[in-house]
Antibody, heavy 120, light 108 residues
């Protein structure tokens, strides 16, 4: 089965760091990018950026450039999203989703979401 | 930066009725890179349409997409009870994505 499995929910205090993961399985990662999408409570979808697992080539949304770091480990087919200093405004559910390279197909497989709560 | 504006914000309809959702882009975009998603509470979004008009695997044919340049439409021909949800359009060209703000389809 082609799937993206994300790490579990997290509760952190403001100023703490965090790294969440998204593991791809059941398909050839060479053919796909992985994007990260934020959804704040009760709000819509926001694109954060996209990464190619094979070489870690990354494009950030201007809104998230400098706010998060995307990385990848091709040996484990895993993408990561990292914060060095969380703020309450980072409270949200974060999804990873795949995009097939050089085609029109996008978003056909999503992770289950990782809920991050930042509260003192 | 491309901005996608969806209308209406909320659509109140009964099962069996036709739903027409609009997505307008701030500038002309390639229809090859326009998608629609459905999201239910507590769930990840589900791809319905990509390339403006291609149904994703397993999506019923009551869902259809159309449009070009700046105006795109998602049509649900006859609403089933499971179709009441929030719908998002998305542009995904040049490794940069944008989502519309969503349209909620609710029971009338």
């Amino acid at each position: 089965e082609e799937q993206l499995v994300q790490s579990g929910g997290e509760v952190r205090k403001p100023g703490e760091s965090l790294k969440i993961s998204c593991k791809a399985s059941g398909y050839n990662i060479a053919n796909y990018w992985i994007a990260w999408v934020r959804q704040m409570p009760g709000k819509g979808l926001e694109w954060m950026g996209i990464i190619y697992l094979r070489d870690s080539d990354t494009t950030y949304s201007p809104s998230f450039q400098g706010q998060v770091i995307m990385s990848a480990d091709k040996s484990t087919n895993t993408a990561y999203l990292e914060w060095s200093s969380l703020a309450a405004s980072d409270t949200a559910t974060y999804y990873c989703v795949r995009h097939r390279r050089y085609t029109r197909l996008t978003g056909d497989v999503w992770g289950q979401g990782t809920t991050v709560i930042v509260s003192s | 930066e491309i901005v996608l504006t969806q209308s209406p914000g909320t659509l109140s309809l009964a099962p069996g009725e036709r739903a027409t959702l609009s997505c307008r882009a701030s500038q002309s975009v390639s229809s090859s890179y326009l998608a629609w998603y459905q999201q239910k509470p507590g769930q990840a979004p589900r791809l319905l349409i990509y390339g403006a008009s291609s149904r994703a695997t397993g999506i019923p044919d009551r869902f259809s997409g159309s449009g070009s340049e700046t105006d795109f439409t998602l049509t649900i021909s006859r609403l089933e009870p499971e179709d009441f949800a929030v719908y998002y359009c998305q542009h995904y060209g040049n490794s940069r994505w944008t989502f519309g703000q969503g349209t909620k389809v609710e029971f009338k």
